[in-house]
């Protein structure tokens, strides 16, 4: 039996707080992330947590958290699960990503974001790996300066992108947490189709705001990796995302106020592999069907999301 862990939730806000950045709800309802709250101060710069010690593990009742609008639903009893909340000063309401990590397996496995004009700008890629901060650094693989091995192969696929957090140096640095990436197929997979799903989802970026869950699921049938130290690290079988906007895209209204002809969702699934000449609109489908495959639920804060169809000539994927 591993070592039982008590979850925590480090979202200390029921709100979003966007202001010009979409429509979420207001920063006068709950105090916000990166705005002095309870849970501490914003997160900034992690190029020192690397051997920052393991912070006290609190529960949380996750049922007074009404949450963000592309939050999955949560397991507050699971023994196999992390949870964590990046927050960044500079960004609307203090928020970055939500990620949910993997004990035994050691990888990301769903990281929930969202995605607006107001999180991109001129910083490049830093490159700074660390350890996440807001999960104890005992469970967490060392990836720090090299990648899984054997290599090559899997390479450490971001769950969410450094493209995605271009505005700020303390943004960008977050999004290489360890915790952030799981075992991806390198060649036509992560530099391929993948990639190219990433770019894609900044076509589809609306003045209400894209909300995203960006995945993996499963156990591949034979490979197997570990980080360098030679701790194994679980390589998935799939990958997946799920979007959620306003079909108008500037409503000026949060999404959970609108009705579900006003909505449209879809998901992404692949297999952990390459594909050559692979296209993110040929593995299409809907929400409901990533939900059926892996048990999840998804959007569960927007109650008339439309997961059960979507219409391809909605979006804009290659």
């Known amino acids: ?32 992330p990166g705005t002095g709250d309870s849970d501490g101060g914003a ?21 007074v958290y009404t949450g963000w609008a592309e939050l999955p639903a949560v397991d507050p009893a ?23 990590y993997d004990v035994e397996g050691r990888i990301g496995l769903w990281s929930a974001f969202p995605l607006h004009a107001c999180y991109r700008g001129d910083q490049t890629r830093t490159d700074k790996w660390a350890y996440d901060p807001e999960v104890p650094q005992s469970i967490q693989p060392n990836l720090l300066k090299k990648s899984y091995q054997p290599q090559p192969g899997y390479s450490k696929g971001h769950l969410l992108a450094s493209e995605d957090r271009t505005v700020s140096y303390a943004a960008n640095v977050q999004t290489f947490y360890v915790t952030n990436v799981a075992p991806q197929w390198q060649n036509s997979f992560n530099s391929g189709v993948w990639s190219s799903l990433e770019a894609d989802c900044w076509e589809n970026v609306c003045a209400d705001t894209l909300y995203v869950v960006s995945g993996v699921w499963g156990v591949h049938a034979s490979d197997q990796v570990t980080d360098p130290d030679g701790v194994p690290c679980r390589v998935p079988s799939h990958f997946f995302r799920v979007l959620l906007r306003s079909k108008a895209g500037d409503t000026g209204r949060p999404v959970w106020e609108l009705p579900a002809e006003e909505l449209q969702c879809v998901g992404f699934w692949f297999e952990n592999r390459a594909y050559p000449k692979g296209k993110a609109s040929a593995n299409m489908v809907a929400v409901s069907e990533i939900e059926e495959r892996t048990g999840m639920r998804f959007f569960v804060n927007v109650p008339e999301a439309p997961k059960d169809r979507f219409d391809a000539s909605e979006w804009t994927f290659r």
């Open 43 to 63: 997160g900034g710069d992690a190029g020192d947590d690397a051997d920052r010690p393991d912070p006290a593990v609190e529960s949380r009742d996750l049922s």
């Open 78 to 100: 699971s023994e196999e699960l992390f949870y964590a909340a990046h927050r960044c000063e500079g960004l609307p309401g203090g928020r970055n990503y939500s990620t949910c």
């Open 1 to 32: 039996m591993k070592k039982t862990l008590l979850l925590i939730w480090l979202a200390g806000a029921v709100a979003s707080g966007f202001a010009s950045c979409g429509t979420d709800k207001s920063d006068t309802e709950a105090a916000l």
